[in-house]
């Protein structure tokens, strides 16, 4: 079964810049959609955005929240996707986990149902 691992979580103040990484464990599997949530505390799992495979003819995917400040990239050969978060806020603070969707499921990249695989999340704090 593959998993995912995420890195990069750290504690930084309001205005700063961060990348988290993610890897997932089998670099020769056909990862369809790569991507990341985020959850505050108290707060539902959010989507931040997604990054499909080359092939799909899919453009990358940023959520409304962080359009702009938010950057995805992926690297489809060895199956990793980065998030690059820049000018950051308090309210970006939240567990961000790395998501895949292997299976092929169907459904809209929005839900986490989409997603058969997560990481087991980093956290991300942003300070006043």
């Known amino acids: 079964q593959v998993q995912l691992v995420e890195s990069g979580g750290d504690w930084v103040q309001t205005g700063d810049s961060l990348r988290l990484s993610c890897e997932a464990s089998e670099r020769t599997v056909k990862i369809y959609i790569m991507g990341w949530f985020r959850q505050a505390p108290g707060k539902e799992r959010e989507f931040v955005a997604a990054?499909?495979?080359?092939?799909?003819?899919?453009?990358?995917i940023v959520g409304d929240s962080v359009k702009g400040r938010f950057r995805i990239s992926r690297d489809n050969a060895e199956n990793k996707v980065y998030l690059e978060m820049n000018s950051l806020k308090p309210e970006d603070t939240a567990v961000y986990y790395c998501?895949?969707?292997?299976?092929?499921?169907?459904?809209?990249?929005?839900?986490?149902?989409?997603?058969?695989?997560w990481g087991q999340g980093t956290q991300v704090t942003v300070s006043s």
């Open positions: 990054a499909p495979i080359s092939w799909s003819g899919v453009s990358l």
């Open positions: 998501v895949a969707n292997i299976q092929m499921r169907s459904g809209t990249y929005l839900s986490t149902d989409f997603y058969d695989t």
